[in-house]
């Protein structure tokens, strides 16, 4: 594989540039971020593929770069994953949707909107933590007796926005180490972690969202 196709991507220079600010946030597909998760992350090949997101291999799911994080309960948010919803009607909502066209060619069913000034420095752990944090959020939906639903008329897997529990903690704890709220878990079963110490599940808009 090729050097450049395995590298993180980062967002554009002149997007988070001093020289190009701007008194409010601004947002802009990340593609080059789509590439790399599926390319790396959701194909077997991939070199960090994951086999606990393989619901999301087709998922309608799109990514994006906010330039500034912002801070929410005190905390800086970095990431968010949510399921897009336009509640609103006549021309606010026409407003959101032709947005939502001119950045997508349509209406996404799943964002996830990354810090660009965050991951701009940040290290590949971090990036990589981050990205299967919010990943971990969009989740298959469960029958009755726990069997995955899928559409009948696509085949495709029924997704949901779901909260931080048990499964995210492992996921990412296994992959990339315990931050402080599982440290405690992660000592108990006397296992370090491997790789790094990171908290990002404290800088998740999603995870916060349930907490309001």
């Keep these: 594989m090729a050097e450049h196709d395995e590298r993180r991507p980062y967002p554009p220079v002149n997007f988070i540039s001093a020289d190009n600010w701007h008194p409010y946030t601004r947002l ?15 194909n077997e090949d991939g070199g960090i593929h994951n086999p606990d997101h393989a ?3 087709d998922a309608d799911l799109r ?3 906010a330039s500034d994080s912002f801070v929410k309960k005190g905390r800086y948010v970095l990431g968010q994953a949510e399921q897009v919803m ?7 909502k026409a407003r959101m949707e032709q ?34 944090h919010e990943l971990y959020h ?3 939906e469960t029958d009755e007796f726990g069997a995955p639903k899928f ?12 909260g931080h529990d048990v499964e995210e903690f492992v996921g990412v704890v296994r992959r990339y180490g315990a931050g402080h709220d599982v440290q405690q878990l992660v000592d108990a079963a006397n296992r ?18 349930k907490l309001a």
């Design 55 to 57: 619901h999301l291999i």
């Design 151 to 162: 559409y009948r008329d696509s085949g495709l897997p029924k997704l949901k926005l779901r």
């Design 138 to 140: 969009i989740a298959q």
């Design 86 to 92: 336009l509640r609103a009607g006549g021309w606010q």
């Design 63 to 65: 990514f994006m770069w």
């Design 28 to 42: 802009i597909p990340a593609n080059e971020v789509n590439e790399w998760v599926n390319r790396q992350i959701l």
């Design 99 to 132: 947005q939502m066209y001119e950045w997508f060619g349509r209406i996404p069913e799943f964002i996830i909107t990354l810090a660009a000034d965050y991951c701009a420095q940040c290290s590949d752990l971090e990036f990589c933590a981050l990205v299967e």
């Design 192 to 209: 370090p972690a491997e790789v790094a110490h990171l908290d990002i599940a404290r800088a998740c808009g999603t995870c916060m969202l």
